[in-house]
């Protein structure tokens, strides 16, 4: 990452955030002083003054795994008229769910659509929650590890498959996991390093969800790709997709994208 898509990132040290396992809330400061903390191990010192020119948000999810690997059967959005709230990913009855991150379980029960339910609380108004579950492996109340085993695949409520329903939350409010992670590459995305809150990964363009008429967004022929972009990113604002950007340009999915660069939108 470069220093310029940084600069506008900056946050107060002396403002009192939440941080999963502390109990009360601290200044980065004092966090700073906290930080050989057996459970922070993963942010070490030259990490954290980083960290402390973005966001701690964005620094927080850059650092959560995905909760089991498998592939995205039902994603994010209107389905049949309801909204699905989070993304499917098939499994196995049985197999291993994983937190996503440190956190402490505010849910570990049964509920009607969702089935068995585990959520946790990161801290920072984030929370996860692993559904259909046909097993707890967590109690409410407990504070577990990043990748600890919470819970086991299941098809419990309802769910016609066996498939984990994956969500993330900011405020109690759910937002695509699929903004968080690159599900098909079992890691979260460089993108979210940036941000603040979740919002800001949602499309910069007009709603999404405004019917086709005279006011949809006239997608341009050209992209002259700026600081911080990828093809992901990219794909997304002109509602397009990453192969159909591939197939344009002559780029495979991991090319390198070079600031100024011009890609073919159409
Ligand atoms: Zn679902």
């Not at 990490?47 to 994603?75: C, H, W, Y």
């Not at 086991?152 to 699929?178: Q, V």
Request: hydrophobic share 35%.
């Amino acid at each position: 990452m470069t220093v310029s898509s940084l600069s506008a990132q900056y946050i107060n040290t002396d403002s009192l955030i939440m941080l999963p396992g502390y109990r009360d809330p601290l200044t980065l400061h004092e966090y700073n002083s906290n930080i050989e903390s057996e459970m922070l191990e993963e942010f070490t010192k030259e990490n954290f003054r980083t960290a402390e020119r973005i966001s701690l948000l964005g620094f927080m999810l850059s650092q959560f795994e995905i909760p089991s690997d498998g592939k995205v059967i039902s994603r994010f959005g209107i389905r049949s008229r309801r909204m699905h709230t989070g993304t499917d990913i098939k499994m196995n009855k049985g197999d291993t769910i994983y937190a996503a991150f440190y956190g402490t379980v505010t849910r570990s029960k049964y509920y009607y659509g969702y089935g068995n339910m585990v959520a946790l609380d990161h801290g920072n108004n984030i929370e996860t929650s692993y559904s259909h579950l046909s097993a707890f492996l967590v109690e409410l109340g407990e504070n577990v590890e990043k990748g600890q085993p919470v819970g086991l695949a299941g098809s419990t409520g309802r769910a016609t498959t066996s498939h984990l329903h994956f969500e993330i939350r900011e405020e109690n409010k759910p937002y695509d996991p699929e903004l968080v992670y690159d599900f098909a590459n079992g890691k979260v995305r460089e993108e979210i390093r940036n941000i603040t809150h979740l919002a800001q990964l949602l499309p910069e363009s007009s709603p999404v969800h405004v019917a086709n008429n005279s006011s949809a967004q006239v997608i341009p022929n050209s992209y002259i790709v700026k600081n911080g972009d990828s093809l992901w990113k990219i794909s997304r604002n002109f509602r397009t997709s990453v192969n159909t950007l591939c197939m344009l340009n002559n780029l495979s999915e991991n090319s390198v994208l070079r600031v100024g660069m011009v890609l073919k939108l159409q």
